[in-house]
T-cell receptor, first 110, second 110 residues
Framework: KQEVTQIPAALSVPEGENLVLNCSFT??????LQWFRQDPGKGLTSLLL?????REQTSGRLNASLDKSSGRSTLYIAASQPGDSATYLC?????????FGAGTTVTVRA | ETGVTQSPTHLIKTRGQQVTLRCSSQ?????VSWYQQALGQGPQFIFQ???????GRGNFPPRFSGLQFPNYSSELNVNALELDDSALYLC?????????FGSGTRLTVV
């Protein structure tokens, strides 16, 4: 059974600081890994999708890396802004489902 | 049509009742999945449909059932509601790569 862990559970930083969010998973037999953002009480917004054959993906201020052999992914958010405050979830895909971590709740202080 | 649309956004039901949640998937996405997200936790996989057939199921009892229709819409039905069924229910669609999620339905069982 795939287990996904996200550390830390919560993070508070001043505006402008870079954010580093970690995700680990137990079974390296994955198709891809996806990072999502979730605002309170809302659905999930996809941020980045990394295929199992890829090492990283970038979109604007966001960069995600994947080390499948060690079961780790890291999401970097450069120059954080108050609008980045949200919960960030990572999910790994196996045959037919996504397995999620519990998320990291980020607060960016103005 | 783009995006995933879910209805209703909120509803309140009494223990023992039945409920139907609806989802309109992104056009061209022949895979639809449903997830349950309890407060403070990551989403948990309920089941997945591919071309109107269930092709994967998580650890949920048979009182959770679903349907997928040819027009990319789908339903999640829950019978004999229990208090622990109170959660955010998320629908997601995929064309084989990453998943696109809807905004969810907040179900409260009293």
């Amino acid at each position: 059974k795939q287990e996904v862990t996200q550390i830390p559970a919560a993070l508070s930083v001043p505006e402008g600081e870079n954010l580093v969010l970690n995700c680990s998973f137990t079974d390296s037999a994955i198709y891809n890994l996806q990072w999502f953002r979730q605002d309170p009480g809302k659905g999930l917004t996809s941020l980045l999708l990394i295929q199992s054959s890829q090492r990283e993906q970038t979109s604007g201020r966001l960069n995600a890396s994947l080390d499948k052999s060690s079961g780790r992914s890291t999401l970097y958010i450069a120059a954080s802004q108050p609008g980045d405050s949200a919960t960030y979830l990572c999910a790994v895909r196996d045959d037919y489902k996504l397995s999620f971590g519990a998320g990291t709740t980020v607060t960016v202080r103005a | 049509e783009t995006g995933v649309t879910q209805s209703p956004t909120h509803l309140i039901k009494t223990r023992g009742q039945q409920v139907t949640l609806r989802c309109s998937s992104q056009s061209g996405h022949n895979t639809v999945s449903w997830y349950q997200q309890a407060l403070g936790q990551g989403p948990q996989f309920i089941f997945q449909y591919y071309r109107e057939e269930e092709n994967g199921r998580g650890n949920f009892p048979p009182r959770f059932s679903g349907l997928q229709f040819p027009n990319y819409s789908s339903e999640l039905n829950v019978n004999a509601l229990e208090l622990d069924d109170s959660a955010l229910y998320l629908c997601a669609s995929s064309a084989g790569g990453g998943y696109t999620f809807g905004s969810g339905t907040r179900l409260t069982v009293v």
